[in-house]
């Protein structure tokens, strides 16, 4: 079914669309433009934010689903039944709140997706605001004393975010999006010479150490700083990114990237890029591994070499 949807191209137009409108939209809030995408792309959290608001959103429907369930059982007081009703109707409030949220995060990591991705991403996201159209009506139903109503539209609704889900997690476990794309990290903790520091040109040039690829490049005069070569977001080769004002730019959505430290200024992507210790002896610039690096996170190590006599 996954990959039925990724071969349907007639979801390439709405899908441009759809991301020129969302462009448009942040690009409309001038400067608190990067604060607000990289609040939404979970540039403070190290990870996206869609992932958890998409749990959320799904545990708090499964509780309404089992409450309602429990009011209809027979034979029970009428006391627990409107205990079970009241508190159902609370976790469907929770949910559809959590389910807008949800929206507005995956469109925002969506809009930077390519093809098959972003087909079927497109078909996700639309099945959850159907399934969240039908939980509004629904707890509409309940406020109105239409409870029978109001329940099966919540139990429609779950079905529909059950299969939406489950194209959700095609994405992530089988095309990667929102995982940290950075790739293998260098263990190496030996300082290692990867090239001479005149080859340096002002762009990020590809290394390897025991088969792990790296970037270097000057990042002042005098200062070089050594990175992961694949970005965190969806692996572009930061090989063919460029140093812009203290900050390493991702080629292909922009991301930008602290050149100190390789932590995230600008997303979409919100893991930080690898960063390792570089230095240049005797014109040769080496570099080496973290010892200790932390798992799932770039191997951040607070000084960047800086010339020679270090
Ligand atoms: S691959 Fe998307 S920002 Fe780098």
Not at 36 to 55: D, I, K, Q, R, Y
Not at 145 to 162: C, K, Q
Not at 181 to 209: D, F, H, I, M, Y
């Amino acid at each position: 079914m996954v990959s039925a949807i990724g071969r349907q191209e007639w979801l390439d137009r709405p899908s441009y669309r759809l991301e020129h409108l969302l462009s448009f939209g942040y690009n409309s809030l001038g400067r608190a433009r990067n604060t607000v995408t990289n609040a939404l792309n979970g540039v403070w959290l190290g990870h996206p934010v869609h992932p958890p608001l998409a749990s959320l959103t799904s545990g708090a429907l499964g509780t309404t689903v089992a409450l309602d369930a429990l009011s209809l059982l027979p034979g029970q007081p009428k006391s627990e039944v409107v205990d079970a009703s009241r508190f159902a109707a609370r976790s469907l409030g929770v949910g559809i709140l959590a389910s807008i949220g949800s929206a507005i995060t995956g469109a925002t990591d969506w809009q930077h997706t390519h093809e098959e991705d972003r087909r079927v991403g497109l078909v996700h996201g639309v099945v959850n605001l159907a399934a969240t159209a039908l939980y509004a009506q629904s707890w509409w139903d309940r406020h109105k004393g239409r409870h029978g109503r109001g329940i099966a539209l919540t139990a429609l609704g779950y079905a529909i975010t059950v299969g939406g889900s489950y194209l959700g997690g095609a994405l992530v476990f089988e095309s990667g999006i929102g995982i940290d794309q950075s790739g293998q990290r260098l263990r190496t903790t030996e300082w290692t010479p990867v090239l001479p520091a005149s080859s340096l040109n002002g762009k990020p040039v590809r290394v390897e150490v025991d088969g792990v690829g790296l970037v270097v490049c000057q990042t002042k005069p005098g200062e070089v700083s050594a990175f992961g070569e694949f970005c965190p977001h969806l692996a572009a080769p930061m090989a063919d990114g460029w140093v812009d004002r203290g900050r390493l730019v991702c080629p292909w959505h922009g991301s930008w990237f602290a050149t100190d430290s390789g932590q995230v200024v600008r997303g979409p992507a919100a893991a930080p890029l690898p960063y390792y210790e570089a230095r240049v002896i005797d014109g040769v610039v080496e570099v080496r591994g973290d010892e200790h690096p932390t798992p799932g996170r770039g191997t951040a190590i607070g000084n960047v070499g800086n010339g020679a006599g270090k």
